[in-house]
Nanobody, 123 residues
């Protein structure tokens, strides 16, 4: 049974960096595509990026590409989201999701979702 949990959120200033982690519990963690979403107050859920289970290849929203990177350590059951040059518009609850042997999805298709971790960016 798969479960994912986010950690690493906090409050930073614009231009700073922050690293989030998505920890899984399933034994077949390496067979899951892991995606990151975020939701800001008053806004819907937004796709941030994903790392698939095959290559692994990474995919990013145009809002964060060239600033964020994603990596995974399947032995440690962890996917990391490295966020650099943070902007105030990055403020949101960041959520990770897992999809068994599937390509990344912009919104749906993930079987497991975490509870989220808060990221606040101030000027």
């Amino acid at each position: 049974q798969m479960k994912v949990e986010e950690s690493g959120g906090g409050m930073v200033q614009a231009g700073d960096s922050l690293r989030l982690s998505c920890a899984g519990t399933g034994r077949n963690f390496n067979a899951y595509t892991i995606a990151w979403f975020r939701q800001a107050p008053g806004k819907g859920r937004e796709f941030v990026g994903a790392i698939d289970w095959i290559s692994p290849s990474t995919y990013f929203s145009e809002h964060v590409q060239d600033r964020f990177t994603i990596s995974r350590d399947n032995a440690k059951l962890v996917v990391a989201l490295q966020m650099n040059n943070l902007k105030t518009t990055d403020t949101a609850v960041y959520i990770c999701a897992a999809r068994y042997r599937g390509t990344y999805s912009y919104i749906g298709g993930y079987e497991f979702w975490g509870r989220g971790t808060q990221v606040s960016v101030s000027t």
